[in-house]
Structure formats: structure tokens, C-alpha cells
């Protein structure tokens, strides 16, 4: 069910932007207000989460790590997986952020000859890794527009990308395999039982969006063609404050940008945002050193306590007369146990019959 909705909304954005363009005529509304308004959104966006993130208190180490923690200096430490010093944190993110490491090991567990055993689910890793990748290699490429004369690192990255020289223009395997990635992680939700049943429509949504967003660039640069020009004037234009409308976009420009657009709107708001949190996921980026110093609360505030001693003076005379034992005995303690044992003599020595 969350997948349909998911699909029904990406195609209702799709064919919002194509009425408004083809049928209203709103181009200035799609491809100025609509830009200017997602690019703002997701830079506060961002920016919020990261302050709010920073303001989170975390006095303790808390890093998720496994392996040797570092202790006697003949146990062999795991510096990687379990790292006690700076070096080693940044060698675990690097390892996390650039190849995944955590989602290589240990993500599947099945019972084999009576026994839980857990193994890596490479497929995944695999197109997770292409996936992100790709994606990134495709928004650097797209700098191209923005920039007047192109930086010389995006033509370095565009003959890279399109080394094979197949078709005209040329194909760029980013682009393909960013839509097969996508398409991998969106079939593999549908298809593992237990995925799908932990998926939610906010899980399919931003890989529906993703794949509209390949599949009408891919149609863009082979299939139905635009003015690149016309493109690149609009898009300088929006870089320098002063955009103006060309004639000879087509309305696929349009809806690759209103898609683009609500992908900049959904990304702060959503679980997207994982790719700026991961850089202050405390779980990440602390050292495990609980063994070499100890982590005191810095926000802890005075708490007035009540200890033994106060409490014994509080209630002495009631723990006395329960029989529960005191440290510090009360100054009628004795006379009072004196008269009990007294009390006690007489009842004894009077005869049975002469009460």
C-alpha cells in the first residue's frame, strides 16, 4: 500500500508540472519561483538539523563499535572497529562514509544446521555503494550548467564517466547505473518479505522520486531533446539572480526540475538527511576510551541528597521501637530497654491467679 501511494504521488508531481507548463503556461513559476524556493528550503533545512543536532547533549562515550576494546597491552586491539584515539575515529568514519563498511558485515542472519549465523549482504552493499556514488558523480557533473566557462575537474569527470564512447552523445555510465542501483533497492523493499513489512510509504517515496528523476534526465539527453543553451541561460541566470525564460525548453526540462525541486524540499524533513547526521552521529564519531578516563556529566546540576546518617536522624525513634537496629542510638534508648526489662521481671514474679 505505501508503495502504490508512494508511486501515485510521484506521477501526481509529474503531472502537475506537465499541466502547469504545457496547458497554464506557468514557466516562470516552474522554472524560477519553484528552484529558488527548494534551494532555500533545503539549505535551512540543513542548516537546522545541524544546529540542533549540535546542541544535543552527549557527555558519554557512546560509540557502537565492536571488537578488542583497547586494554592490557598484550590483548591485540581492533583500532578499527573498536578505536581508542583520534586517528582511529577518522579511519572508521572514512572507511563508513566513503565505503560503507558497517553495511558490508553482518547484515543478514539465517539459521543453518540448528545454528544463527550472520553473514554480509553484499548485493546490497554493492548497490548502495553504486547507488550514492553515482548520484554524486551526477550532481558534480551537472556543475557544467552553473558555471561559464566549465570547471576543468567536471570535463576531466565527463570524459571519465563517458570513456566508453557509445552512442551519440555519448553515454554516461553514471546515469545507467544509478537508475539500475535505484531500481535494486527499490525492488529488493518489495521483494524480501521482511523488508516490505518494515517499510513505510516514506521508504519507497524518495526511490520512486529518484528513479523519475534518472529517467527523465536519461530521456533528456538521448531521447526527447532540449535546447541545452536555452538551458544553461536559464540556469546561469537563477546562479546570477536575474533568470529569464527562454523559448525552446521543452515541458521534460520542466518536470525534471519541479522533481529535482521537491527532492530538495523532502531532504531535510526526511531520512535522507542521514548524509550530513552521520558526520555527528555520536555512535560514529567518538572514541571507545571508557577504560582510560572516566566521563563525567558536564550538565549534571547539584541534587540535594538525603543520606543514611540524615535519614537515621529523621525516623531513630521509629526504627527503635520497630526493633530495626541504629548506628547511633537515641539517649533513651537505654532507659527504655531497661524498663522493658524490668516490666518483663515483674510480670514474671507475680503468681499465676493474683493479678
Partial sequence: MGALFSLAAVLLLSLVAYVGVELIGMRSFFGIVIPYVAVLTIIVGVVYRVIT???SPVPFAIST?????KSLPWINQSKLDNPSTTSGVIG??????????SLFRNNTSELREGRLAYSSGK???????????TFLIVLIRHMRFFANPSPAFVSALESLDGFLQIGAPRLFLTGAILLVAVSYLLYRRLAVRTVRYISLAADYFPLFLIIAIATTGILMRYFIKVDIVSVK??????????????EGIGVIFYIHVFLVSTLFVYFPFSKLVHAGGVFLSPTRNLANDSRMKRHINPWNYPVKLHPYEEYEDDF???MENAGIPVEIPSAKAPAAAESESGNETNDAEIPVGEE
Fill in 92 to 101: 572508521r568514519m572514512a572507511l563508513e562514509i566513503l565505503l560503507f563498511r
Fill in 233 to 246: 541561460e536559464l540556469t546561469m541566470g537563477l546562479i546570477g539572480f536575474s533568470p529569464v525564460i527562454p
Fill in 123 to 133: 548485493w546490497l552493499w554493492l548497490a548502495a555503494l553504486a547507488f550514492h556514488w
Fill in 316 to 318: 531513630r525513634e521509629k
Fill in 65 to 69: 563499535s565492536c571488537g578488542q576494546q
Fill in 53 to 55: 543536532w549540535g546542541k
